[in-house]
C-alpha cells in the first residue's frame, strides 16, 4: 500500500502567511540598513541566509514523524537550558548583555529558542495533567517550576524582555489549559504583588528606559531618544507613506536600531498608515490561524502548544508596537519576520513548522464520510 502524501495536507494558509511576513522583513531589513544611497547589502544577506535556513527549518520540522515533537519536548528543554548556561559561562557580551554564542561568522541568541523548548514543554505537561474541568494549583505549580528556570537563565544575561515573554506564553498557556477560576487570581495577585519587586530587581539602565517611557522628554538626547525618534518617523508617513527607500529617519540615522527593535518605525515611514494597516492584517491573519488550530484540535498536546505559539507572536507583535509607538518601555523585543535577526527568524519558522506538523497529524475533523485527518479553513 502506498504511503500517503504528507504535501496536501500543508497548512497552506500558515505558510503562505509566513513566507509573505518573509519577504517584507526582508524589503525593510535592505531599507533599514542602507546609508543614505550607500546600500546595505551585508545585513540584508545574513537576513537571506537565516530566512532560508528559517524555511528549511520549517520544512524539516514539519516532516518529523507523527508524535516525535511531544516526545522530544522534555529533551529539547533540557538542552536549550544548557545552552542558556553555556552563555552565561561563555557567550559574547555586547553592549553589557552576555547573550550569544558565536559559531563562525554567525550569532545565535540560545534564549530565542527558549521560546519554542518552554512551549513544547509545558505543552506536554499540561495535557499531561489535564483533568476533566480545569486544572487546579496543585498541578500547576510544576509548570511554573518549568518557566522559572530559564527565567532566571535569561534575566541574569541581562535580557528582562525575553524573559517577560514567559511568563505571558505561561499565563496564556494556562488560560488555554482551562485552569480553574482560583488559579486564574492567584497568577493575578501573585503578578500585581511582583511588579513593585521587579523595580529592585532592575539595573540603573532599565529603570532609566521605565522612566523616560513615562516622560521621554525627561532625557531626548539619550534614554528618551529612541522613543522620540521613532514617534516622529511612524508620524512623518502619513496615510500612503514617504515610498519604499525614501524615509529620511532611518537612512540618515536619526533612528538608532531601525533595522531591529525600532524596524517598524522605518516600516511606517516608507509606507504609511495603509502599509502598516496591511502589515497589522498579516500578522492577526498569522495569529488568528494558530488560534484557529487550538479551537479546533482535537488532541490536547497540540492544542496547548498552537495556544502557547499564538501568545508568543502576539506578545511580540503587541510589546513590539507599543514600545515603537510609545506606549511601552524600550525592552527589546523584535517585531516577527521584520525585524533582523537570525535567531529570532529561525524561532519564528521553526515555531510554525511545529504548528504546520501538529495540524497535519493531530487535528481531526468530521467529514461527509467519518473523520477525515487534516486541516480545513
Given amino acids: 500500500m502506498n504511503r500517503p502524501s504528507k504535501w496536501p495536507r500543508m497548512d497552506w494558509p500558515l505558510l503562505i502567511n509566513a513566507l509573505a511576513l518573509c519577504a517584507v522583513g526582508l524589503l525593510n531589513v535592505y531599507s533599514g540598513t542602507r546609508v543614505h544611497g550607500v546600500p546595505g547589502t551585508v545585513l540584508v544577506t545574513k537576513q537571506l541566509v537565516w530566512t532560508l535556513l528559517g524555511i528549511a527549518a520549517f520544512f524539516a ?3 518529523t514523524s507523527d508524535g516525535f515533537i511531544e516526545e522530544t519536548a522534555y529533551g529539547f528543554y533540557i538542552a536549550v537550558l544548557l545552552l ?20 563562525g561568522a554567525f550569532n545565535f541568541q540560545p534564549s530565542e529558542f527558549a521560546k519554542i523548548a518552554v512551549t ?24 511554573i517550576g518549568l518557566v522559572l528556570a530559564p527565567f532566571l537563565l535569561v534575566a541574569l544575561q541581562p535580557d528582562l524582555g525575553s524573559a517577560g515573554v514567559f511568563l505571558f506564553i505561561l499565563a496564556g498557556m494556562v488560560v488555554v489549559a482551562c485552569v480553574r477560576w482560583k488559579v486564574l487570581a492567584f497568577f493575578a495577585a501573585g503578578g500585581a504583588a511582583a511588579i ?15 522612566l523616560t517611557f513615562l516622560n521621554p522628554e525627561l532625557d531626548p538626547l539619550g ?15 502619513g496615510i500612503i507613506g514617504k515610498g519604499y527607500l525614501q524615509g529620511t529617519q532611518g537612512s540618515l540615522r536619526f ?14 515611514e516608507e509606507w504609511g498608515f495603509l502599509g502598516s494597516l496591511l502589515l497589522l492584517v498579516l500578522f492577526l491573519l498569522l495569529v488568528y490561524r494558530l488560534f484557529f488550530l487550538t479551537v479546533r484540535s482535537q488532541d490536547r498536546f497540540a492544542s496547548f502548544a498552537c495556544g502557547g505559539f499564538a501568545v508568543f507572536f502576539l506578545t511580540h507583535i503587541v510589546i513590539n508596537l507599543a514600545m515603537v509607538c510609545g506606549l511601552f518601555p524600550v525592552v527589546g523585543i523584535p517585531l516577527p519576520f521584520v525585524s533582523y535577526g537570525g535567531s529570532s527568524m529561525l524561532t519564528n519558522m521553526m515555531a510554525l513548522g511545529v504548528a504546520a506538523n501538529l495540524s497535519r497529524s493531530r487535528f481531526t475533523f468530521q467529514g461527509g464520510g467519518g473523520k477525515v485527518r487534516g486541516i480545513s479553513s
Fill in 84 to 103: 542558556l548556561v553555556v552563555v552565561l559561562l561563555a557567550g559574547q557580551v555586547r553592549g553589557g548583555a552576555q547573550r550569544w554564542i558565536a559559531i
Fill in 196 to 210: 513593585p519587586a521587579l523595580w529592585f530587581l532592575m539595573k540603573d539602565y532599565q529603570r532609566q528606559r521605565v
Fill in 61 to 63: 520540522v514539519y516532516l
Fill in 120 to 143: 513544547l514543554a509545558l505543552a506536554r505537561y499540561l495535557s499531561g495533567m489535564y483533568r476533566y474541568g480545569g486544572i487546579g494549583l496543585r498541578e500547576v505549580l510544576p509548570a
Fill in 223 to 237: 534614554a528618551g531618544y529612541h522613543v522620540i525618534q521613532s514617534k516622529i518617523a511612524v508620524g512623518s508617513g
Fill in 255 to 268: 533612528l538608532p536600531e531601525q533595522h531591529t527593535d525600532f524596524a517598524f518605525a522605518v516600516f511606517s
